[in-house]
């Protein structure tokens, strides 16, 4: 069994998320970890954050990059 030929690799869902964050400028200052399973169709984001709205953009940013994605958080607020 293969897998169609629009499905993408674990790799290229977590490029995908860390460019979206990346487009942020605070949020690629925090240099949050990604990592996805696209056979799941989630993602885990984890790191630190100075804000309460980071982190939610954060999340929001990474929904964003696939329908109906789960995305998994681990990220702390720690004011600066």
């Given at each position: 069994l293969s897998a169609p030929a629009a499905k993408i690799s674990d790799s290229d869902l977590e490029k995908a998320i860390r460019a979206k964050l990346d487009s942020d400028d605070a949020l690629q200052q925090a240099h949050l970890s990604v990592?996805?399973?696209?056979k799941d169709n989630k993602a885990?984001?984890?790191?630190?954050?100075?804000?309460?709205e980071m982190r939610a953009k954060a999340i929001d940013?990474?929904?964003?990059?696939?329908?109906?994605?789960?995305?998994?958080?681990?990220i702390d607020v720690k004011p600066t």
């Open positions: 990592s996805a399973d696209v885990k984001i984890s790191g630190t954050v100075a804000s309460e940013l990474a929904k964003s990059v696939q329908p109906g994605i789960t995305i998994e958080e681990e």
